[in-house]
């Protein structure tokens, strides 16, 4: 597929290190966007679409969950908006559920799709959340069950196995990039620990 658009697509549950990956190491993995990026002096913030960001723009606070498909909406015409404009573009969500991230990406055809998957520790990203909350930064505040949800979500989305037992070994690196690769959704798969 020869694109010039790349949309980067993290999949990880809430607490997982997703924003904290845009903001500290993403151009490092990725030089060709760092160029990208340089030669129009703008930086990652200027290509991330965060759903929770719209939340609080629109409706007042990121943990209002109220009207999603709403969110979505605009999620999707911002994304291809700086898809557009400047070839790249991050959607900053969990991304965990299969059929929700399918249906968003059926609408980037010619656009070359990075999945970042990132190892789900649930306890140190609930300790995560929690000390985020307890230290007043504006984030999602996503109970335990929540994560808990969001989880088995990603295992029956990525892994396709309610057994898997964690371990973060190439095993299940590799069934995971097989998944992904068969769904015809992603042209490539990164692992973020």
């Keep these: 597929m020869e694109t010039n658009k790349t949309l980067i697509v993290p ?6 290190g997703k924003s904290t ?28 679409v965060c759903p929770d ?9 990121v943990n209002d969950q109220t009207n999603g498909s709403m969110i979505w909406k605009i999620a ?6 700086k898809l557009h404009k400047i ?12 059929g929700g991230r399918n249906k968003f990406l059926k609408n980037y055809k010619n656009t070359k799709k990075i999945a970042l998957i990132f190892r789900p520790k649930i306890d140190l990203c609930f300790e995560r959340i929690t000390n985020d ?16 949800r969001q989880l088995k979500s990603f295992k029956s989305s990525v892994i ?11 095993s299940i690196k ?7 690769m068969e769904e015809k959704r992603f042209h490539e798969v990164r692992f973020i620990d």
């Design 11 to 16: 999949i990880g549950i809430s607490g997982s």
């Design 76 to 81: 999707g015409e911002r994304v291809h908006g």
């Design 174 to 180: 590799e069934k995971i990039t097989k998944n992904l």
């Design 21 to 48: 990956y845009f903001n500290k190491r993403l151009l490092i993995d990725f030089p060709k966007i760092a160029e990208r990026l340089n030669e129009l002096n703008l930086s990652v913030a200027d290509i991330v």
């Design 87 to 98: 070839g790249l573009a991050i959607i900053d969500g969990v991304n965990t559920h299969g």
């Design 53 to 61: 960001e719209i939340r609080k723009e629109i409706l007042g606070s």
């Design 133 to 148: 909350i307890s230290n007043n930064v504006d984030r999602s505040n996503v109970p335990l069950e929540a994560i808990q």
């Design 160 to 170: 396709r196995d309610e057994k898997w037992d964690g371990l973060w070994n190439n």
